[in-house]
């Protein structure tokens, strides 16, 4: 690729927006995942015996589910990451790459 594509690639306007929803997108996943996360860490560090108690009377308590939520958001977010990058993100590339003619 010549210096001179870089530098139209960069000034060009869907780049910029492309680098901006990107952008947007990853950092409000991952504040999202930050916060299931460390209110996990919180609650088993402020609350322990709220996570000690039985769900429904039998064995399972009250943190394996709430565990089990924190593993499984990672799962979705990075799920909804992958959906929207295929989706949105790729079909803004697309349009970039037409217009600059890669």
């Known amino acids: 690729m010549k210096p001179d594509q870089i530098q139209d690639i960069l000034d060009h306007p869907h780049f910029k927006e492309l680098v901006h929803k990107k952008r947007?997108?990853?950092?409000?996943?991952a504040a999202l995942m930050w916060v299931i996360y460390f209110g996990y860490?919180?609650?088993?560090?402020?609350?322990?015996?709220?996570?000690?108690?039985?769900?429904?009377g039998g064995v399972t308590t009250i943190g394996i589910p709430l565990g089990?939520?924190?593993?499984?958001?990672?799962?979705?977010?990075?799920?909804?990451y992958v959906w929207r990058a295929?989706?949105?993100l790729d079909a803004l590339n697309k349009l970039l790459r037409d217009e600059v003619k890669l």
Do not use: D, M, Q, R
């Not at 860490?41 to 429904?56: A, C, Q, Y």
């Not at 089990?68 to 909804?80: D, P």
């Open 24 to 29: 947007v997108l990853s950092w409000s996943l």
């Open 41 to 56: 860490i919180l609650l088993v560090t402020f609350e322990p015996k709220l996570l000690h108690e039985s769900l429904s």
């Open 68 to 80: 089990i939520f924190v593993i499984l958001s990672a799962f979705i977010l990075c799920g909804i």
């Open 86 to 88: 295929n989706g949105e």
